[in-house]
């Protein structure tokens, strides 16, 4: 085991797939892992109604970034996000005009 | 290097952070993952705007899975991502009333 108590072949939630683009160099990206770590995880799918004419404020923001603390309102988690990880999400924002 | 070509020492992309929960086992956690391989990567940060008064469908799914062939709509892509990785994230679901 690693320092990590891991053993040291990869396990297949961490698997990766190096492969290189055209011209550039070789990139890794970790296939087959879950977007949502944390929110309902109970339901089967997440899934969100929004009856449009609803909405009380002229600007409202809802997640796709699957970390916030109001999913599925946007609080702004998805900064951390990008930061965090070189990933450039956003939210979907809903405009009563 | 290993067989994929990678030293063995994990790489900031695929850093796992091992942690126990309460009761259970030990849970593998893929960290600073990007969620959004391969939609609009030149901008900084994804954001869409609907006009709900513009919305020409009593129902329209929106995408939070980044997997859509039409982005920002959903076309069912988080069936498969969901199938492939475990994840259970589907869309927010904009109605007329
Ligand atoms: S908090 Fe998730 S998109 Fe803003
Ligand atoms: S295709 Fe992404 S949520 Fe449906």
Redesign the interface.
């Known amino acids: 085991p690693t320092a990590?108590?891991?053993s040291?072949k990869?396990?297949p939630?961490?698997c990766?797939n190096?492969r290189r683009r055209r011209s550039s160099g070789l990139v890794?990206?970790?296939e087959?892992?879950?977007?949502?770590?944390e929110i309902?995880?109970t339901?089967?799918?997440?899934?969100?109604?929004?009856?449009?004419?609803e909405?009380s404020k002229p600007l409202t923001p809802?997640?796709?970034?699957?970390r916030s603390g109001t999913f599925?309102l946007c609080d702004g988690s998805?900064v951390k996000?990008?930061k965090?990880?070189?990933?450039?999400?956003?939210?979907?924002?809903?405009?009563?005009?």
């Open positions: 990590l108590g891991l040291p990869p396990s939630a961490i990766v190096p890794v990206r970790a087959g892992q879950t977007i949502n770590p309902r995880k339901e089967e799918k997440v899934v969100d109604s929004v009856v449009v004419t909405l809802y997640c796709r970034c699957w599925p998805h996000h990008n965090a990880t070189g990933d450039n999400v956003g939210p979907l924002l809903l405009k009563k005009q």
